[in-house]
Antibody
Framework: EVQLVESGGDVVQPGGSLRLSCAASGFPFSTYSMNWVRQAPGKGLEWVANIKQDGREYYVDSVRGRFTISRDYAKRSIYLQMNTMRVEDTAVYYC?????????????????WGQGTTVTVSS | QSVLTQPPSASGTPGQRVTISCSGGSSNIGSNPVNWYQHLPGTAPKVLIYSNNQRPSGVPDRFSGSKSGTSASLAISGLQSEDEADYYCAAWDDSLNGPGWVFGGGTKLTVL
């Protein structure tokens, strides 16, 4: 069974740091790109970061320079290091797998999501 | 303000057909496939439609998707009470400022 399990959510003060983890199982982890997506209270889904199989990283403007996505192939895990956190980073953070659409062009879609981990930034 | 624009709410009675629209631009919907997700509070989002109109196995054929230019839509026919949820469209954005996934603001579907 394909599974993504997030952990590391906590309450942190503004300006503080936190590291989220996502453990993957049930699929060949090294062949998939992975993402972090968040949902702030009362708001919609917002993509945060993406890491490709080759290690390329992409970020939404609001977190670029503060957050870092990484992956450990041996541990079948991805991470989100969050620094200089702000109140507006308060959200449920989801780990999500990206799957290639079987077409001649490299199109993808997010097909599997974890249950999420809650991050609260408050003084 | 989300990059993709959806109506904040939609409603219908059991058995009816409802559609949810999603409007974007040339760097996202105009260039890449659209995907649709169903999200119930406290649960993991679920993919309903990928690549504009493809249904993953297990998704009922009551759900269908279409795309034209820089807009897309999700249609739900034979509406059921369990369809009451939030629905999001998403597409990859090839923006030069920084590519990445963009989502619509979400549409809350109420089954009356």
């Amino acid at each position: 069974e394909v599974q993504l399990v997030e952990s590391g959510g906590d309450v942190v003060q503004p300006g503080g740091s936190l590291r989220l983890s996502c453990a993957a199982s049930g699929f060949p982890f090294s062949t998939y790109s992975m993402n972090w997506v968040r949902q702030a209270p009362g708001k919609g889904l917002e993509w945060v970061a993406n890491i490709k199989q080759d290690g390329r990283e992409y970020y939404v403007d609001s977190v670029r320079g503060r957050f870092t996505i990484s992956r450990d192939y041996a541990k079948r895990s991805i991470y989100l290091q969050m620094n200089t956190m702000r109140v507006e980073d308060t959200a449920v953070y989801y780990c999500a797998r990206e799957r290639r659409i079987p077409t001649p062009i490299n199109y993808y879609y997010i097909d599997v999501w974890g249950q999420g981990t809650t991050v609260t930034v408050s003084s | 303000q989300s990059v993709l624009t959806q109506p904040p709410s939609a409603s219908g009675t059991p058995g009816q057909r409802v559609t949810i629209s999603c409007s974007g631009g040339s760097s996202n919907i105009g260039s890449n496939p659209v995907n649709w997700y169903q999200h119930l509070p406290g649960t993991a989002p679920k993919v309903l439609i990928y690549s504009n109109n493809q249904r993953p196995s297990g998704v009922p054929d009551r759900f269908s998707g279409s795309k034209s230019g820089t807009s897309a839509s999700l249609a739900i026919s034979g509406l059921q009470s369990e369809d009451e949820a939030d629905y999001y469209c998403a597409a990859w954005d090839d923006s030069l400022n920084g590519p990445g996934w963009v989502f619509g603001g979400g549409t809350k579907l109420t089954v009356l």
